[in-house]
């Protein structure tokens, strides 16, 4: 039998043992690599949702505060405070949800409704209204409780804010 030129004598390839720990290893390697992609892949999904909810939020809030204090008053008849969902009626416009977890909307005068927050769920609405016997101030607080997401990529988060009526100091 004529040998190979480059491999020493009795050599021929590789052993069973050598085949094995190269297969173990071959296999650590890629179970690290898969594990690595997934948890990339969940931190990506949770990322969105958190930046979705956030995005949303921020909106919401600033939103019905820059709102209220562009008012004058509000229409305690129309409003629905301390309960969710509650309603908001202040300077001509009404903030309400769309149904049970739907959307945030503004409604004008007019009657144009616009969507305030989209891509979440918005779980709970409060508005507090609160006044001073002494001084014509009034106040209204709101409390804003937004999901979204899907499995385990579920996540709710609060948003909370106030403001003074305008010349209601």
Do not use: H
Request: proline share 3%; glycine share 8%.
């Amino acid at each position: 039998m004529k040998q190979k030129e480059g491999l020493p004598a009795g050599r021929q390839g590789y052993s069973l043992l050598e085949a094995v720990i190269y297969i173990a290893i071959l296999s650590v390697v890629a179970v690290i690599v898969v594990e690595s992609v997934f948890s990339l892949y969940r931190a990506y999904g949770r990322s969105r949702v958190d930046r979705r909810i956030n995005l949303n939020g921020d909106y919401a809030i600033e939103r019905i505060i820059r709102e209220i204090r562009e008012a004058t008053s509000t229409d305690p008849a129309s409003s629905s405070f301390g309960i969710s969902p509650g309603i908001l009626a202040a300077g001509g416009k009404t903030f309400s949800l769309a149904g049970a977890n739907g959307p945030l909307q503004v409604a004008e005068q007019n009657g144009s409704v616009e969507a305030i927050t989209s891509d979440v769920d918005v779980m709970s609405l409060y508005f507090y209204r609160q006044t001073s016997a002494t001084a014509p101030s009034e106040i209204i607080k709101v409390e804003i409780i937004l999901s979204a997401g899907e499995g385990s990529f579920t996540k709710t988060r609060s948003f909370y804010g106030s403001a003074v009526l305008r010349k209601k100091y």
